[in-house]
């Protein structure tokens, strides 16, 4: 589905946006602690930003075709890189520490939507 091959390609663009944001302009300005959130919330939104873009492809291909758990499994990812991403990158820049609360929700949808993909394969396989 090109919607999530654009989703996937806009938070990879971010990605790569925020990661050099944060080794060049916060370098100074965080600490090593938020310094190093801040570049775990890159890495996962870059990862599910490559995987939104592996479901865009699987959708628009005859290997598994439009499928309602992919169609799931793209709209988790897309949530979990809101949630998870969002608020460490909010910690990192305000320090409130209760916004790591919030994170795990999104590393759920992160996982949720991992057996989404699962089960369409396996339900494609057979």
């Known amino acids: 589905m090109p919607f999530f091959i654009i989703a996937g390609a806009i938070n990879a663009f971010l990605a790569v946006a925020f990661g050099a944001f944060g080794a060049h302009a916060l370098k100074e300005k965080l600490s090593e602690k938020y310094l190093a959130i801040w570049e775990t919330a890159v890495q996962y939104q870059m990862y599910h930003a490559i995987g939104l873009i592996v479901i865009g492809i699987l959708m628009s291909s005859s290997i598994i075709g439009n499928v309602s758990?992919?169609?799931?499994?793209?709209?988790?990812?897309?949530?979990?890189?809101?949630?998870?991403?969002?608020?460490?990158?909010?910690?990192?820049?305000?320090?409130?520490?209760?916004?790591?609360?919030?994170?795990?929700?999104?590393?759920?949808?992160?996982?949720?939507a991992w057996i989404f993909v699962i089960v369409a394969v396996v339900k494609h396989m057979n």
């Open 69 to 112: 758990q992919l169609n799931w499994a793209g709209y988790l990812m897309l949530a979990g890189i809101l949630v998870f991403s969002g608020s460490l990158y909010v910690l990192s820049l305000s320090g409130i520490g209760i916004l790591g609360a919030i994170t795990p929700i999104g590393g759920v949808m992160f996982l949720a």
